[in-house]
């Protein structure tokens, strides 16, 4: 029995990264994700953020909290690995820009393909990453969903706009799934 939540965590978590890829696909157009780009100072100060500031907290603070090593490895690959998935999510849910959002995982998403393979053996010992392997599961669960949508949106509007709802609420489903099971498992 015990063996059934980690999958149904990982199902969880794969379907709301998918879903929520292709409902922001289907509720926005290229158009729509590449005019915030444009803010060249929103764009430089939160790539800033996310490859410096981010990962040289967590640096600052795992030399001040005692931890053990595996566990300050973990939070390290967290802190370079930029670009959570969750982010257009999160955006959705505290009503803020979806489309800004999506723009800056993206990029996100891109610098952290170039970054992780250099920085990460840099502060972990023995570490070797390979580009390919952060790309991979980035470019299949992400970039793919999203970009369906996005054709979906462009060649049949009315199509993405009845299913965009229905892929957001099995957006939803999956993340609150995936967190119930998880605490479930923590307690």
Same mark, same amino acid.
């Given at each position: 029995m015990s063996d059934i939540f980690p999958l149904i965590d990982k199902l969880a978590f794969l379907t709301f990264i998918v879903a929520t890829m292709l409902g922001t696909g289907l509720? &926005?157009?290229?158009?729509? %994700?590449?005019?915030? &780009?444009?803010?060249?100072?929103? %764009?430089? !100060?939160? !790539?800033?953020?996310?490859?410096?500031?981010?990962?040289?907290?967590?640096?600052?603070? =795992?030399? $001040?909290?005692? &931890?053990?090593?595996? /566990?300050?490895? @973990?939070? /390290? %690959?967290?802190? /370079?690995?930029? @670009?959570?998935?969750? !982010?257009?999510? =999160?955006?959705? $849910?505290?009503?803020?820009?979806?489309?800004?959002?999506? @723009? !800056?995982?993206?990029?996100?998403?891109? @610098?952290?393909i170039i970054y992780m393979p250099i920085v990460l053996p840099l502060v972990l010992q023995g570490v070797q990453v390979n580009s390919w392997e952060i790309a991979k599961p980035l470019l299949f669960l992400m970039l793919s969903p999203l970009a369906i949508g996005l054709f979906i949106k462009a060649k049949f509007a009315a199509i993405a706009s009845s299913f965009q709802p229905i892929v957001s609420k099995i957006s939803s489903a999956g993340l609150f799934l995936g967190l119930a099971v998880r605490l479930a498992v923590h307690f």
């Open positions: 509720r &926005l157009t290229v158009q729509q %994700i590449w005019e915030p &780009l444009r803010n060249t100072r929103l %764009i430089v !100060l939160s !790539l800033v953020a996310n490859f410096v500031l981010v990962p040289l907290f967590v640096y600052l603070l =795992l030399q $001040i909290v005692p &931890l053990s090593e595996p /566990i300050k490895d @973990g939070f /390290i %690959i967290m802190a /370079i690995a930029a @670009g959570p998935p969750a !982010l257009p999510k =999160l955006a959705q $849910i505290v009503k803020g820009n979806v489309a800004f959002s999506t @723009g !800056l995982m993206m990029l996100l998403m891109f @610098g952290t």
